[in-house]
Each structure stands twice: as structure tokens, then as C-alpha cells.
Nanobody
Framework: QVQLVESGGGSVQPGGSLRLSCVVS????????MSWYRQAAGKERELVAE????????NYVGSVKGRFTISRDNAKNTVYLQMNSLKPEDTAVYSC???????WGQGTQVTVSS
């Protein structure tokens, strides 16, 4: 059974940091590129970051470049999203996924507010 379980979300003040984790099971993580998406209330889902299967290539949406870092540890079946210098507009539910296989986690809430 395929599972993707996100954790690490929470409430933080502007300028703060959070590290999201996505632990996967039921498939071989090292074979797939992975993505982090987010969806804010009343808005469409947005691709935040993606990483190639080996971890050697990454891509970010412009609004998070220089602030967020996606990484992976295939041996631990885990993908990470380090989020620094958080802004109120980063508030959303963040989900990890394998778009080519339509595998998705339930998401973790990130709230940035003073």
C-alpha cells in the first residue's frame, strides 16, 4: 500500500523556519522525482519545489527561491522541505507527491502569522 506521510508543519512568526518531512512507503522512492505542492485557502494548488530521483536536480517556484530547499534521503525513504524566512503568504497546506504516479500525502498545515 502506497503511503506518503507529511509532518513538521505548524505555526510560526514571519521570518521563522520550518522543516517538513515526507516519509513514503509502498514504492521505491529512489525511482521517482518528488514534489512539494501547497494549497492556500481559496486558491489553486501550486507547485513549490521538485527534486529529481537522485537528488541532483531541483526546481523551485519563483516566490520561494533562495528561501526553501528541497532534499531527499532515499535510504530513509524521506523527502524534506526546509523553509526559511517564512512569510504570511506561505501559509497553506503543504503536500508531497509523485505526480507521475498520482501518489499524494494528506498534507501538513503551515501557518505564518504574527
Amino acid at each position: 500500500q502506497v503511503q506518503l506521510v507529511e509532518s513538521g508543519g505548524g505555526s510560526v512568526q514571519p521570518g521563522g523556519s520550518l522543516r517538513l518531512s515526507c516519509v513514503v512507503s509502498g514504492f521505491t522512492l529512489s525511482l521517482y522525482a518528488m514534489s512539494w505542492y501547497r494549497q492556500a485557502a481559496g486558491k489553486e494548488r501550486e507547485l513549490v519545489a521538485e527534486i529529481g530521483a537522485s537528488g541532483s536536480t531541483t526546481n523551485y517556484v519563483g516566490s520561494v527561491k533562495g528561501r526553501f530547499t528541497i532534499s531527499r534521503d532515499n535510504a530513509k525513504n524521506t523527502v524534506y522541505l526546509q523553509m526559511n524566512s517564512l512569510k504570511p503568504e506561505d501559509t497553506a497546506v503543504y503536500s508531497c507527491g509523485v505526480p507521475v504516479r498520482n501518489y499524494w500525502g494528506q498534507g501538513t498545515q503551515v501557518t505564518v502569522s504574527s
